[in-house]
């Protein structure tokens, strides 16, 4: 996945750094770091890029009017086979796109994506009453409810209290991006429900949440999750401020932590976005529609010219890789010290261990929209049925980035578990 270069970090230096935080952000860095986005686009896109560049305002751009096509023609061929979340993404960014997720029409074909999203969504909240896990994730759970609300179609109510029994369950520990996915699905279902009861429940979910996430705001000087989780955060804290009144969000704290970071993934920006424009996904179906989609001139797919160095250092670095599986099968746990160029991510250990050592150290990867994604390790493959999954670690401290991303330094540990999510 191409990175993108010029960064919000850099974008503000541009503008002089004076941006006006929260409230208003300044229309020219949200156009620019639009742009970059767009540029990074690849195909086959992702439909977040598609909400993002609806709620950012873009709805007409030749890039956009070629994503759209795209995720259209996805959708027709293989929605059947896609995960729960991916068709609760692909209907918010066709209902932020003015197009109607019930017929969605591309090469001869039509679907109904509603339709399919809540037989996806009925499975995923059968799957947590019966086993208390959802078929894939909260995180797509609370999409599917999101979507499914947004449009107004049945089954969002079960997937949103089904949502809320588990944010509130305290034998249960779930990372803050999904918590705070979950809580712009669940004030779209409050304001729909009708007993009082649900009402209730809806009510605590999101004040429990929304509360926590301030304290820890709070706590940590504004980051609240990681820098990656900021996008989902703040969408969630503008969502709700009347689930946490008489408190109030100190939002320019937690934006200064946005706007110091340099982002450098676009999947990352298409989170962030919206939140920066003060348009949550759950402000999906509120975009206003144009009545001519005329196309203004192309931004164009071609990638940006990449500010990142790739020069090969002369410096190395030693880095400690350890694979570790003492969950299934034959046990393993293996050790190897590997040389790479200083400033190398961390995709370069594994493939510079792979070289060593074939037998040991042999992995595959497989590309999504956040990078490369290590799927497999001595042989040993990560199984979304099981729920398992490849986690990297660092010492102790599960990486916040992926094997593409992550840029290990001299000496480092780093250590590959096979473990379940
Ligand atoms: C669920 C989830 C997972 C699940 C995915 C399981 C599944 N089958 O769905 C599991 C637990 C496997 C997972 C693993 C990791 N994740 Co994760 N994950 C998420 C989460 C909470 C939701 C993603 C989602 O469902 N999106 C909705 C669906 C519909 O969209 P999708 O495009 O189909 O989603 C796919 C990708 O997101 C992909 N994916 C998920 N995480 C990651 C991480 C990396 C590095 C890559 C390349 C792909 C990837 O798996 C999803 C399903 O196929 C996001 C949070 C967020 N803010 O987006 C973090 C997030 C994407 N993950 C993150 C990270 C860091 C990781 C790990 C590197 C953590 C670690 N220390 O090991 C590992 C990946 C390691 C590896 N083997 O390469 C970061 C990525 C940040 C970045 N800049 O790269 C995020 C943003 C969380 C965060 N705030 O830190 N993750």
Same mark, same amino acid.
């Given at each position: 996945?191409?990175?993108?270069?010029?960064?919000?970090?850099?974008?503000?230096?541009?503008?002089?750094?004076?941006?006006?935080?929260?409230?208003?952000?300044?229309?020219?860095?949200?156009?620019?770091?639009?742009?970059?986005?767009?540029?990074?686009?690849?195909?086959?896109?992702?439909?977040?890029?598609?909400?993002?560049?609806?709620?950012?305002?873009?709805?007409?751009?030749?890039?956009?009017?070629?994503?759209?096509?795209?995720?259209?023609?996805?959708?027709?061929?293989?929605?059947?086979?896609m995960a729960s979340g991916r068709v609760a993404l692909d209907v918010l960014a066709l209902v932020s796109s003015c197009v109607d997720p019930r017929h969605v029409e591309a090469k001869g074909k039509s679907i109904d994506l509603v339709s399919v999203l809540q037989k996806k969504t009925d499975e995923e909240v059968a799957s947590i009453l019966t086993s208390g896990v959802p078929k894939t994730t909260l995180?797509?759970?609370?999409?599917?409810?999101?979507?499914?609300?947004?449009?107004?179609?049945?089954?969002?109510?079960?997937?949103?209290?089904?949502?809320?029994?588990?944010?509130?369950?305290?034998?249960?520990?779930?990372?803050?991006?999904?918590?705070?996915?979950?809580?712009?699905?669940?004030?779209?279902?409050?304001?729909?429900?009708?007993?009082?009861?649900?009402?209730?429940?809806?009510?605590?979910?999101?004040?429990?949440?929304?509360?926590?996430?301030?304290?820890?705001?709070?706590?940590?000087?504004?980051?609240?999750?990681?820098?990656?989780?900021?996008?989902?955060?703040?969408?969630?804290?503008?969502?709700?401020?009347?689930?946490?009144?008489?408190?109030?969000?100190?939002?320019?704290?937690?934006?200064?932590?946005?706007?110091?970071?340099?982002?450098?993934?676009?999947?990352?920006?298409?989170?962030? @976005?919206?939140? #920066?424009?003060?348009?949550?996904?759950?402000?999906?179906? *509120? %975009? +206003?529609? $144009? /009545?001519?989609?005329?196309?203004?001139?192309?931004?164009?797919?071609?990638?940006?010219?990449?500010?990142?160095?790739?020069?090969?250092?002369?410096?190395?670095?030693?880095?400690?890789?350890?694979? @570790?599986?003492? #969950?299934?099968?034959?046990?393993?746990?293996?050790?190897? *010290? %590997? +040389?790479? $160029? /200083?400033?190398?991510?961390?995709?370069?250990?594994?493939?510079?261990?792979?070289?060593?050592?074939?037998?040991?150290?042999?992995?595959?990867?497989?590309?999504?929209?956040?990078?490369?994604?290590?799927?497999?390790?001595?042989?040993l493959a990560a199984n979304p049925r099981d729920r398992t999954y490849w986690e990297f670690l660092s010492g102790k401290d599960a990486l916040k980035e992926g094997v593409g991303t992550y840029k290990p330094h001299n000496m480092e540990h780093i250590l590959a578990n096979f473990t379940t999510y």
């Open positions: 996945m191409l990175r993108v270069a010029v960064t919000v970090g850099v974008l503000l230096a541009l503008l002089g750094g004076t941006a006006t935080l929260c409230c208003g952000e300044p229309q020219d860095l949200i156009s620019m770091l639009l742009r970059e986005m767009e540029a990074a686009i690849e195909m086959p896109p992702h439909p977040a890029f598609l909400l993002a560049m609806n709620l950012a305002g873009d709805n007409k751009s030749d890039i956009h009017n070629k994503v759209l096509q795209y995720i259209k023609e996805e959708a027709v061929e293989k929605a059947q086979d995180f797509s759970v609370s999409l599917d409810a999101l979507a499914l609300c947004l449009v107004q179609a049945g089954g969002y109510e079960s997937a949103a209290v089904a949502l809320a029994g588990q944010v509130l369950d305290p034998k249960k520990t779930i990372d803050v991006d999904t918590r705070a996915m979950a809580v712009q699905a669940l004030v779209c279902a409050y304001g729909h429900a009708d007993l009082q009861s649900v009402q209730d429940l809806l009510w605590k979910a999101v004040s429990n949440v929304t509360n926590d996430l301030l304290d820890e705001q709070e706590r940590r000087g504004g980051l609240i999750g990681n820098i990656y989780s900021m996008g989902v955060a703040l969408q969630a804290l503008e969502t709700s401020s009347k689930f946490y009144a008489p408190r109030q969000w100190n939002c320019a704290q937690a934006f200064a932590v946005v706007h110091r970071h340099d982002y450098q993934q676009p999947m990352a920006i298409a989170q962030v @976005l919206p939140a #920066l424009v003060d348009k949550p996904y759950l402000q999906a179906a *509120s %975009v +206003e529609c $144009p /009545a001519n989609t005329t196309a203004s001139p192309d931004q164009g797919f071609s990638p940006p010219p990449s500010l990142e160095t790739t020069k090969e250092h002369e410096a190395t670095i030693e880095v400690h890789y350890r694979i @570790l599986n003492t #969950l299934i099968g034959n046990h393993f746990n293996n050790c190897i *010290s %590997v +040389e790479v $160029p /200083a400033g190398s991510v961390l995709l370069k250990v594994l493939e510079a261990a792979e070289k060593k050592e074939p037998d040991t150290f042999s992995f595959k990867t497989e590309e999504t929209f956040w990078g490369p994604m290590v799927v497999s390790i001595h042989g």
